[in-house]
């Protein structure tokens, strides 16, 4: 039979095992949650763009909203037509789509929160994006573009941060496989973000990267 001390000892060591697999198991649950929900953020929208279908869509007006008769900030673009998501990601690896619709010139990607709203994505060191325009691909990084050619025009694409290697990747959504990878530079929290000179597109977040990427 056990001492008092001895079962005082023993008891106090099943503890700091349970507390220890506690911290682990939330720990790896944690750690295991790929996914990102977000909305698109009307505070950042310009005027031009009108959001849709419970903020997850943006479409292009071509004489777009009165500037005067929306309600000005400091987060809002003022010369340019885009929209950033309201959800800011600093580390891991997150997938979301987007439906193209009827849009012969748009830009998606990734900017970080706090990007002049006075430039456009894509032109900066800030922002790193897929631009599809007159038919043809490109990744855009500090105004620099790079021509991406094994892609044609696919009605939905996906698009996979991965923060902490410092990667955005476009993705063949149907295939689950990567069409091109830009090296980024991350230097603080990046938002989701969309371009758009006509028609429109629809925003899928929520979902797990897929298991082969």
């Known amino acids: 039979m056990a001492s008092p001390m001895r079962a005082m000892i023993l008891g106090c060591r099943t503890l700091r095992c349970l507390r220890v697999t506690g911290l682990q198991r939330s720990y790896v649950t944690f750690s295991g949650r790929r996914d990102v929900t977000f909305k698109l953020d009307e505070k950042t929208a310009h ?37 950033l998501g309201d959800t800011p990601m600093s580390s891991g690896r997150h997938y979301w789509e987007v439906t193209v619709k009827k849009s012969n010139e748009f830009r998606i990607g990734v900017a970080d929160a706090d990007m002049s709203r006075d430039e456009c994505i ?9 631009a599809y325009s007159h038919k043809k691909w490109h990744g855009m990084v500090a105004n620099k573009t790079i021509p991406i050619t094994n892609i044609g025009n696919p009605s939905k694409v996906g698009l996979l941060l991965d923060y902490d290697n410092k990667k955005l990747s476009l993705v063949d959504s149907d295939k ?22 006509d028609g429109e597109i629809l925003t899928h977040s929520g979902l797990d990267v897929p298991g082969n990427l």
């Open 122 to 130: 894509g032109v900066n060191n800030r922002s790193w994006v897929f």
């Open 47 to 83: 005027s031009s763009l009108d959001l849709f279908k419970k903020d997850t869509g943006v479409i292009y007006r071509m004489l777009g909203i009165d500037p005067s008769k929306i309600p000005q900030n400091p987060e809002r673009f003022r010369e340019w037509a885009v929209v």
């Open 176 to 197: 689950g496989s990567l069409i091109h990878t830009l090296n980024a530079d991350f230097r603080g929290p990046v938002l989701p973000a969309f371009g758009l000179w």
